[in-house]
């Protein structure tokens, strides 16, 4: 861990042993220029400077451009790798853009806390990206901040339309990761997270990348703009994505009565003031929005403005008190794809998600209040592709008790054709029907007995399946699991007559 503060370690984390890192020194910096800028790289700077003892316009030569970088590595990796695997004339018209592109830098950065340089790489690494889709998903991971989940982005992605060839949901994951992947195979610009499903990214990269946000889709970002003038800018008009975390009193006293940005596709808030209470019109002239996300919010009740958003593909509720606002906002946003509760509070899913035809990805994950799923819901949801159940509801009805039971049956799963990920507990093994584990799965992740009381969030495969015996299996019984399993836990199985699967390749 590397903070630019100290005190963070000390303070905060109380480490018993902090050790200073300084910069590179002058020779160290230059041999990481060339190890990732490569020879030629150096040598075009040196002999375009030597041939005459004087500089060409728009070019540096090397120990200036690595002297710019203040001998940080990461602002070295970065402005070596725009000139990597470039032709001299390309190399040329690259230190010649680095050059004229520091003056514009001071305006949209704070240069307090990077160089000129590195500031004017990264909007080059940018430029350089080949689709509109790699630059936008750039966009979208440096909002989201440091290990971020990869399927929050998936979410937000599908809401805004990022995946247009995607016909399915784990098409869209499949793109959103092979975006990732060439994020990451570009240095410097995306890293690996603190699992498989995280991703992170430099906060230099992340600063510049909110700047070029800000230009280019009208974002309005808290971290860069004074709380009491933010929503009275003329260029709210042409604001097309907000995002703001960490809202506080401070800034919950100054949100307007409407949000006036008809051009708005994004609003994300992120809240830490439980009495924040969203005005009844705020979005009255923001009807054209895609995607909603309001985190950790204490909700009386639903503004009024909320039934225009006709448009909405993506809903994000994750922990918050939701009280009965949930079945207003079933009623009225029926073109919904994407609904997040994570974390939330409640007891019960309304009868009124039926009229969400179009959701496509449920996520009542860690909702450990949720008790109540009526019959017939989950079933009539027929466009559902991914549900998402993990440490949460696990209260299914035995089938055969349709006359009283208050709950669904997993009868339900097995009418849901599109059904291709399924995270979900069982509390009784005698709840799954025989062709339960027919389901053409692609993802799941299922614990089946009453031991499994922690779910966790880090799976190490795709295909997970947990089970315990708690005494309600026969032991003449032969238990059937689903098709290739790639990760299987059994324990207490005593008696059991044969656990029967008919692929390879399981992890014990």
């Not at 008790?401 to 054709?417: G, H, I, M």
């Not at 089946?448 to 969030?457: E, K, M, R, T």
């Amino acid at each position: 861990m590397t903070p630019r503060d100290s005190g963070v370690l000390s303070r905060d984390m109380h480490a018993h042993k902090i050790v200073e890192v300084g910069p590179l020194k002058e020779e160290e910096a230059r041999e990481l220029f060339e190890e990732i800028g490569g020879e030629q790289a150096t040598n075009l700077i040196l002999q375009r400077t030597a041939e005459n003892n004087e500089k060409i316009e728009g070019e540096q030569p090397i120990k200036e451009l690595v002297d710019d970088c203040k001998q940080l590595p990461i602002a070295i990796a970065t402005l070596a790798s725009t000139l990597e695997n470039k032709n001299q004339i390309q190399r040329r018209t690259t230190i010649k853009k680095l050059h004229s592109h520091q003056r514009l830098s001071k305006t949209e950065v704070n240069l307090s806390v990077m160089s000129p340089s590195l500031c004017s790489a990264i909007k080059l690494r940018y430029g350089d990206l080949e689709s509109k889709q790699l630059k936008q998903t750039l966009l979208l991971c440096s909002l989201m901040g440091q290990n971020a989940g990869i399927q929050d982005l998936l979410k937000y992605g599908i809401g805004l339309g990022l995946f247009p060839k995607a016909n399915s949901i784990e098409a869209a994951r499949d793109e959103a990761l092979k975006l990732m992947k060439e994020l990451r195979r570009n240095p410097s610009l995306l890293q690996e997270g603190g699992d498989n499903m995280h991703f992170d990214i430099h906060d230099s990269i992340q600063t510049v990348a909110i700047s070029i946000a800000s230009r280019e889709h009208g974002l309005l970002d808290l971290r860069e703009d004074a709380a009491e003038d933010m929503f009275d800018k003329e260029a709210m008009k042409e604001c097309k994505w907000i995002y703001l975390s960490n809202v506080d009193a401070r800034v919950a006293g100054h949100l307007p009565q409407r949000l006036k940005c008809p051009q708005l596709t994004f609003f994300h808030l992120d809240n830490k003031y439980p009495d924040l209470k969203i005005p009844d019109e705020f979005f009255w002239e923001a009807d054209v929005l895609r995607v909603l996300g309001l985190t950790k919010m204490h909700f009386s009740s639903i503004p009024s403005s909320f039934s225009l958003l006709k448009n909405l593909h993506t809903l994000c509720l994750d922990q918050s008190k939701l009280g009965t606002i949930l079945v207003s906002v079933m009623r009225n946003l029926k073109n919904l794809q994407v609904l997040s509760l994570v974390g939330c509070d409640i007891e019960e899913l309304p009868q009124e998600t039926v009229q969400l035809a179009k959701l496509k990805l449920l996520d009542l994950s860690d909702c450990t209040k949720l008790e109540v799923i009526p019959p017939g819901i989950l079933k009539s949801l027929s466009q559902l592709e991914e549900l998402y159940l993990g440490n949460s509801f696990d209260q299914w009805k035995h089938i055969k008790k349709q006359d009283t039971r208050r709950n669904a049956s997993l009868d339900e799963l097995t009418q849901l054709k599109n059904l291709t990920n399924l995270e979900v507990r069982i509390h009784d093994i005698n709840m799954i029907p025989n062709d339960f584990f027919s389901i053409e799965l692609k993802r799941y992740k299922i614990f089946i007995g009453d031991l499994w009381n922690h779910w966790g969030s880090y799976f190490e495969y795709s295909k997970t399946l947990k089970l315990k015996h708690d005494g309600s299996i026969r032991s003449d019984e032969v238990i059937r699991l689903p098709n290739k399993v790639e990760e299987l836990h059994l324990e207490r199985l005593n008696g059991v007559k044969d656990v029967f699967n008919g692929s390879l390749g399981m992890h014990f």
